[in-house]
């Protein structure tokens, strides 16, 4: 978690998945230019980042409870022992007990910005929506609280029920809500509004696993920003979107 140390002012944000296939290593070394572009645009949309901040809060899901973590992840669980760490001086053995959404967002620093340091900010997946817009507003107070830049690096996904082949299966509702996510997250104030009180129940259905992450990212986003729509696709079946946010002046 951050601590009043690292809290300073937030001044741009990128959304990026949390998927496993973004690792080369986890992927094999067959070339696929449909991950190859989504791991192209996060990337980029993590680089944008560090060109504009040198701290950022990885915002991710967790457990209640998961937020004890060590100083370095690996994604071990998923296939390889990949390695990912919060700054340049973290140390120590890596914790194979990392969430997800922690490990790709360690894994985008290291690949786009090795001297950027960051924090957690992890959010339950269970969290209901009132929950998530405080638990937003409360980290904007925390990273606007001192002087300085800081950004928000926001990690989740879409549906999983895009296509008969996704990993929930196919959902004749998924979408919708995905169209709705994508325009929320290139910047749209009305679609913004809406994806901040979306159900959970409904979410649940078309696979949205990632509904509190980003209900807690608009919270803490709320006023005028400028925003780059940077990718927008399903090609697994799974719903991924990259955008890049930067404060209105």
């Known amino acids: 978690m951050c601590s009043a140390s690292v809290a300073v002012v937030l001044t741009a944000a990128a959304f990026v998945p949390g998927a496993p ?35 950022w809060t990885i915002l ?19 296939g390889a ?13 890596a914790d194979p007990q990392w969430p997800l959404a922690l490990l790709i967002g360690g894994w985008l620093r290291g690949q786009a910005a090795p001297d950027v340091t960051a924090c957690a900010a992890l959010i339950d997946p269970a969290s209901t929506p009132q929950e998530c817009a405080d638990r937003g507003r409360r980290l904007r107070e925390e990273l ?63 696979g949205i696993d990632g509904r509190a992450v980003y209900q807690v990212a608009l919270a803490a986003l709320d006023g005028p920003w400028n925003v780059e729509l940077c990718y927008a696709a399903a090609p697994f079946g799974v719903g991924y979107t990259v955008s890049r946010w930067s404060r209105s002046t």
């Open 21 to 55: 296939l973004l690792v080369p290593e986890l992927t094999g070394s067959s070339v696929d230019p449909d991950v190859d572009a989504v791991r192209r645009a996060a990337i980029e949309a993590a680089s944008g980042l560090a060109a504009a901040v040198s701290r």
């Open 81 to 93: 022992d990949v390695v990912v760490r919060l700054s340049p001086e973290a140390g120590g053995p």
């Open 60 to 78: 991710g899901a967790a457990p209640q409870g998961q937020n004890s973590l060590g100083s370095a992840g690996t994604l071990a669980g998923f």
């Open 144 to 206: 606007d609280d001192a002087p300085g830049p800081t950004g928000l690096l926001i990690v989740a996904d879409g549906a999983t029920t895009l296509t008969t082949k996704a990993p929930g299966g196919f959902h004749a509702d998924a979408q919708r809500w995905q169209e709705e996510l994508a325009t929320a997250l290139g910047g749209d104030p009305k679609a913004r509004a809406r994806v901040a009180q979306w159900p959970a129940a409904d979410t649940d259905a078309v």
